[in-house]
């Protein structure tokens, strides 16, 4: 299973980016996906997860972060409104398929105060 993730970059505090992820390979079903993040020495954290219609976001996304997929495409979008300058950091995408985990490469975000 490949990832490739893609919608980072750099934005002023308030603004909006929208990152995806598309898995590609053996994939029969994709249960879980997400999206963590990694900001600089700091552990990697969950930001938000969607399995089937439910999902679940860290408190410091909640109304500002969106995470959705596209079942037909295998790909997963993250939504990212009002940021802030502590949501810099690199986003990494996830994906459960038959009990195995796999990362997308990491899309930087950078958000300027």
């Known amino acids: 299973v490949q990832l490739q993730a893609c919608g980072g970059g750099l934005v002023q505090a308030g603004g909006s980016l929208r990152l995806s992820c598309a898995a590609s390979g053996s994939i029969f079903s994709i249960t879980v996906m997400g999206w963590y993040r990694q900001a600089p020495g700091k552990q990697r954290e969950l930001v938000a997860t969607?399995?089937?219609?439910?999902?679940v976001y860290a408190d410091s996304v909640k109304g500002r972060f969106t995470i959705s997929r596209d079942n037909a495409k295998n790909t997963v979008y993250l939504q990212m409104n009002s940021l802030k300058p502590e949501d810099t950091a690199v986003y990494y995408c996830?994906?459960?398929?038959?009990?195995?985990?796999?990362w997308g490469q990491g899309t930087l975000v950078t958000v300027s105060s």
């Open positions: 996830n994906v459960l398929v038959a009990g195995r985990g796999y």
């Open positions: 969607i399995i089937t219609g439910s999902t």
